[in-house]
């Protein structure tokens, strides 16, 4: 066991352990970890959509690698501009082009999605922040637009057809398989789900009473997607736990038993003094 996986394992239990610690109560050991997870994500992401998504799909359409020799005027103005950006920024703009499978001509159309680029990053400058509400109203507008028909596409309509279940020509029940009893539950819990959400009839009498199975219905759901949730997070934390264990082993120098001990003295002197502060004040 080398000394960077040994330095790793401690580094592991401190945050999993800090993250731990809020059960207790907010204490610096939760801030700090808390902060290293937010900061090292959004590092850590922010890299890969930029050599990802923009380095390969931007500028590798902007400034794709050419076909022979560059030739008239503006093809050298513009890779002018390229060698330029590779000067500064060699890893990002190698020489010769950026080849990612996108042909050897620019696509000049990639200007405007990099010109929205760069007024987004205008809103930290106070005096050209107004530009990047242009950039955010196409992102948001567009993204809207793509939304809204990638999910009446496959949640209404999918629903819809989900719902339109055959009661004929199958046997009538079956634990696993299509079946007449099943088909059946589908259609109810459809047409009463959706009847418990009409308000313009008050639910009383038999309206009340089907619109009451309907609620049923939607807290089973519920249930079931909490209970699916609820088992992925002890997934997660089963892990955690096997983790510390592991490190607790003389392998790692008992990586989790001396952090723990460390961080529950520091946390009991913390404690103390904070509550001391707070009487003399």
Same mark, same amino acid.
């Given at each position: ?107 000049? $159309? @990639?200007? #405007?999605?990099?010109?929205? !680029? ?5 809103? *930290?400058?106070?005096?050209? %922040?107004? +530009? ?82 309907? $609620? @049923?219905? #939607?807290?089973?759901?519920? !249930? ?5 949730? *609820?088992?992925?997070?002890? %997934?997660? +934390? ?44």
């Amino acid at each position: 066991m080398n000394g960077s996986e040994i330095f790793g394992a401690w580094v592991a239990v401190f945050l999993t352990l800090g993250i731990f610690s809020y059960l207790y109560k907010d204490n610096p050991f939760y801030k700090i970890a808390e902060h290293v997870f937010v900061g090292v994500s959004a590092g850590y992401w922010m890299a890969m959509a930029f050599w990802t998504q923009v380095q390969p799909n931007l500028f590798g359409r902007l400034w794709p690698t050419p076909e022979g020799q560059i030739s008239g005027f503006l093809m050298k103005t513009w890779y002018g501009i390229y060698n330029l950006f590779g000067f500064v920024l060699p890893s990002v703009f190698p020489d010769g082009g950026i080849d990612k499978g996108h042909g050897h001509d620019p696509h000049f $159309i @990639y200007l #405007l999605p990099f010109a929205l !680029g760069i007024m987004m990053l205008l809103s *930290v400058a106070s005096k050209l %922040s107004w +530009l990047a509400r242009l950039g955010i109203a196409y992102t948001v507008g567009m993204a809207a637009g793509l939304r809204a028909y990638a999910f009446l596409n496959s949640n209404v309509l999918g629903q819809i057809k989900g719902s339109a279940v055959s009661l004929v020509d199958m046997p009538f029940f079956s634990l696993t398989g299509v079946s007449v009893f099943n088909n059946l539950i589908i259609l109810v819990g459809t047409i009463t789900g959706l009847l418990y959400f009409y308000f313009s009839k008050e639910h009383a009498g038999a309206f009340g009473k089907v619109t009451r199975v309907g $609620i @049923y219905f #939607l807290m089973i759901s519920f !249930g079931a997607s909490f209970g699916f949730a *609820v088992m992925g997070r002890i %997934s997660l +934390l089963i892990g955690r736990f096997t983790d510390l264990i592991t490190y607790g082993s003389s392998t790692y120098n008992y990586a989790s038993i001396w952090v723990l001990l460390l961080m529950i003295v520091l946390l009991a002197v913390w404690t103390f003094k904070g509550e001391k502060k707070s009487v003399s004040q």
